[in-house]
């Protein structure tokens, strides 16, 4: 794959350190979807071929980066997110919270790249020239 492409995967880094420092609080549904959006436009000018399927691997290796930044700083994410504590407290696991959110990860990400591979094919079809016949 493109080191383009690659550089798309520190979205989650960005996303994670965003969450343990609370910057993300209640509003982290919508920096998600811009995130995609960007993503899916990004990977729709980079490459023309696979894109369904390195659009899932970034987002399932933005999922994971995130997951382990979350994970690795549990305790400052904690402080700074404590409504998540209640999330948390609804999951009938008998996992550690901490846990929960690493092995999240990966299905989150996979969740991610599917939907950012949808919009980065609606972004070809739309801007895919049509040469008329002559």
Request: without cysteine.
């Amino acid at each position: 794959m493109n080191f383009k492409l690659w550089l798309l995967t520190l979205f989650g880094v960005v996303m994670g350190f965003a969450a343990v420092f609370g910057l993300t609080q209640k509003n982290e549904l919508y920096y998600w979807l811009i995130i995609g959006v960007v993503t899916a436009f990004a990977i729709s000018k980079i490459t023309k071929e696979k894109i369904f399927i390195k659009s899932t691997v970034i987002g399932l290796f933005i999922g994971v980066f995130n997951g382990i930044i979350q994970f690795a700083m549990f305790n400052t994410y904690m402080e700074n997110n404590p409504d998540t504590l209640d999330g948390f407290s609804k999951i009938p696991l008998s996992l550690a919270p901490q846990y929960v959110l690493l092995f999240a990860a990966p299905f989150s990400g996979l969740v991610f790249g599917m939907f950012t591979g949808l919009i980065a094919l609606i972004f070809i079809k739309v801007t895919e020239k049509k040469h008329p016949d002559i």
